[in-house]
């Protein structure tokens, strides 16, 4: 047989591919998705960093070929902050778990929203901590058995587009790793929107969730998001909380326009610093407002 | 497969592709599947969303022990990638032939 090349292969470290996922994970779908959004949009590709944190879909940064950000558990949004401000003219993407961005670098995410960062957040959902083992994090539904809770869930699970929502991102979507073709537009809209952006990616996680609930391989749960899901762009993100086998409302919640945090900082700091500078960033201020 | 092929049977839809050679179709754009029979996992999500049917679980392995997929017809592939956008393992790709008609 001859080498043969996927026609993505130059956007990716083929060289560690067949990656560490499980037959079925979504993440990888989810990565490609994203390589073919950056591909699309034309972006110069070294000007763009995926930061990620630790878990299944932190593994992602290793695979793209792109300039990645290999972070601490729950700190890609503190990094990619850093990261951003000191290059504000970098395309920074945080790709990362529900567990890592959710639980463990919650408070990071609800305050990257708060300040309007010019990030793009993607966060891999698949209801579990997969890599740790299965055990159950601030998304599993309620009654979803896991090793951690093995006589089903109690605890309400979070709402993440309603959270980030409600936080001040600008752009809020929700979409399952099924519906690929929408997933690739809603990155591109994400990537190309100023200020903080994110995207729920909802994914099977055979090993960690599907199993310990019995609902069958990955392929059922596609099925499943292929027959349940609900499409209502502009929905109220508080309605669309997840129920273990119920709809799913997937679509863009939120998208709208807030100033970011360096445009406020920028202003903010212009009428106390010396007049030299604050008289630079004035004029560069009104150059944007006249391009825009 | 088989229970599909039953139901289409007893709903009186046509079973075998339609196409004869060098009729209208047969010169239309198409598309020819390559798999990348290493990097499969053999999740089977290529061969359950594929809207024409194109491809098929076989009984070979890889190296790894997983089952891939086999092409099937590939004449009624239509050059719509979503094989290709749902693989999770980057395995398999279609590329684009032009037909005489466009």
């Known amino acids: ?292 | 497969m088989f229970e599909e092929l039953k139901r289409m049977e007893s709903t009186g839809m046509k079973t075998e592709p339609a196409v004869p050679a060098q009729s209208r179709a047969a010169r239309r754009s198409h598309g020819h599947v390559f798999l990348l029979a290493e990097r499969c996992k053999g999740c089977r999500f290529c061969v359950e969303f594929c809207p024409r049917q194109v491809l098929a679980m076989s009984d070979r392995f890889n190296s790894k022990g997983y089952h891939i997929p086999i092409v099937i017809a590939e004449e009624r592939c239509t050059d719509c990638k979503m094989c290709e956008l749902l693989c999770p393992e980057f395995a398999i790709y279609v590329v684009r032939i032009e037909g005489e008609e466009r």
């Open chain 1, 1 to 292: 047989m001859t080498e043969a090349q996927h026609p993505l292969d130059h956007l990716l470290r083929a060289d560690r591919l067949p990656h560490i996922w499980c037959p079925g994970c979504g993440i990888g779908i989810a990565m490609r998705c994203l390589v073919l959004a950056l591909e699309e949009l034309g972006r110069p590709l070294d000007r763009v960093v995926v930061v990620s944190g630790i878990g299944c879909s932190a593994r992602v940064a290793g695979y793209v070929r792109l300039d990645g950000f290999h972070t601490t558990h729950g700190r890609a949004i503190p990094f990619a902050t850093g990261l951003k401000l000191a290059n504000p003219d970098l395309t920074v993407i945080v790709f990362s778990g529900d567990g890592d961005l959710a639980a463990i670098g919650g408070n990071h995410l609800i305050h990257a929203a708060r300040r309007n960062l010019d990030l793009t957040v993607i966060c891999v959902n698949n209801f579990i901590y997969g890599m740790t083992g299965g055990q159950f994090g601030p998304t599993t539904p309620l009654a979803a058995r896991s090793t951690t809770t093995p006589y089903g869930n109690f605890e309400p699970p979070f709402n993440l587009p309603a959270l980030v929502a409600a936080s001040g991102a600008v752009y809020v979507a929700r979409w399952t790793v099924f519906h690929v073709r929408r997933l690739i537009a809603a990155f591109q809209e994400a990537i190309a929107k100023k200020g903080f952006s994110f995207v729920e990616v909802l994914s099977p996680c055979p090993t960690g969730y599907l199993r310990r609930n019995k609902l069958g391989e990955a392929l059922e749960m596609m099925r499943y998001f292929k027959a349940q899901s609900e499409i209502r762009h502009g929905a109220d993100p508080a309605e669309a909380g997840i129920e273990m086998g119920g709809k799913l409302i997937l679509g863009k919640f939120v998208d709208i326009e807030r100033p970011t945090y360096q445009e406020r900082m920028r202003k903010q700091l212009a009428m106390f610093f010396i007049e030299p500078y604050a008289e630079k960033v004035r004029e560069e201020i009104e150059a944007e407002e006249v391009e825009s």
